[in-house]
């Protein structure tokens, strides 16, 4: 399995997710510049936090036009697993590939924290180690990451069980029926705004990010078993 990690100017969060990779899957993870054409070789795609192009316009507004976006496009459409955490979700929305938009918190500070999640759906390569209605701690640090959608999108990603982390008890940021993490209609393309690549040991506060790894490198080898 060949997995890399895209790096936007200004993403701040590449080498944690490269770490994560590394400690929990066994896996060396190349760190892609954004003005690569070609990621057909990758089976596991990582979009990072950060702050891409200094967050100028909107979050992910401008590294939405990176040269790398096309080839994501192209390999979401092939199958390929793609993950985008904080900044990396941002730009998954803005370029199209997650239905929605991301909004200032609506307490209009950055908040840095380890919140709940529950896991609600297990049926993806994305949570297929996780039990459905699990709680789990995952870290969060973000000013925009209150997600917003129509009435009909949100419902259409209801029926599809396209949710697959709310927040638990506790809002961060006035997201749209505490909604903290959804996926394609493929369920290859995951967005979240929590940090799972910072969960992945109990002496960063919380090892809930591990299934995640976990749950992707299970998920492929089955596929290509």
């Given at each position: ?180 993490g959804i996926c394609n209609a493929k ?39």
């Amino acid at each position: 399995m060949k997995t890399a990690v895209v790096v936007f100017p200004g993403s701040n969060c590449d080498v944690d997710a490269v770490r994560a990779i590394e400690d929990v899957m066994g896996l060396q993870a190349d760190m892609v510049w954004h003005s690569e054409t070609d990621v057909s070789a990758y089976d596991f795609i990582f979009l990072p936090g950060g702050f891409s192009y200094g967050d100028y316009l909107r979050t992910g507004a401008i590294a939405q036009f990176s040269p790398i976006m096309k080839a994501i496009r192209e390999q979401a459409e092939q199958g390929t697993y793609i993950l985008g955490v904080c900044n990396g979700f941002q730009i998954l929305l803005e370029a199209g590939l997650l239905p929605g938009a991301m909004r200032h918190n609506d307490h209009l500070q950055f908040r840095c924290d380890i919140v709940p999640l529950s896991v609600e759906q297990v049926d993806t390569p994305f949570t297929g180690n996780y039990q459905k209605g699990q709680i789990i701690q995952i870290p969060i640090a973000h000013g925009e990451g209150n997600y917003f959608a129509d009435e009909e999108t949100l419902n259409q990603l209801e029926q599809n069980n396209q949710i697959l982390f709310r927040y638990h008890e506790t809002n961060p940021n006035g997201s749209v029926r505490n909604i903290a993490g959804i996926c394609n209609a493929k369920r290859n393309v995951l967005g979240m705004m929590p940090h799972p690549e910072r969960a992945v040991h109990e002496w960063l506060g919380s090892a809930d990010g591990r299934a995640m790894f976990q749950s992707i490198l299970t998920a492929w080898r089955e596929q290509h078993a």
